[in-house]
């Protein structure tokens, strides 16, 4: 059974950086993609940042150039590095994981089989 969980959240003021962890137990599969989402309150949930198990990355335009997926295989463990962080970025973000078949190279799609309990991002102004 895969498990996920989350860490590193908190308050910051703007401008401010954070980094997130995700704690990978469990084999996902061969070939796998893993993502970091996020709710604000009040709002529905969005993908931030896709990472496929061959390395190719996605993010949402509002993020490009601010944050970063990257996974230490050695760990086991997915990073979101959070920088020149909002007060829009405000939300509890999600960690993700989901097996892809090996022809599948990309990570679209807001269907994931495994997530964690999230970790809460406060950004002040």
């Known amino acids: 059974q895969v498990q996920l969980v989350e860490s590193g959240g908190g308050s910051v003021q703007a401008g401010g950086s954070l980094r997130l962890s995700c704690g990978v137990s469990?084999?996902?599969?061969?070939?796998?993609?893993m993502a970091w989402f996020r709710q604000a309150q009040g709002k529905e949930r969005e993908g931030v940042a896709t990472r496929h198990s061959r390395g190719i990355t996605t993010y949402t335009d509002s993020v490009k150039g601010r944050f970063t997926i990257s996974k230490d295989n050695a760990e086991n463990t997915l990073y979101l590095q959070m920088n020149s962080l909002k007060p829009e970025d405000t939300a509890m973000y999600f960690c993700?994981?989901?097996?892809?078949?090996?022809?599948?190279?990309?990570?679209?799609?807001?269907?994931?089989?495994?997530w964690g309990q999230g970790t809460q991002v406060t950004v002040s102004s």
């Open positions: 993700a994981a989901r097996p892809v078949p090996s022809y599948v190279i990309g990570c679209t799609g807001p269907e994931y089989k495994y």
């Open positions: 469990g084999f996902i599969g061969t070939y796998y993609c």
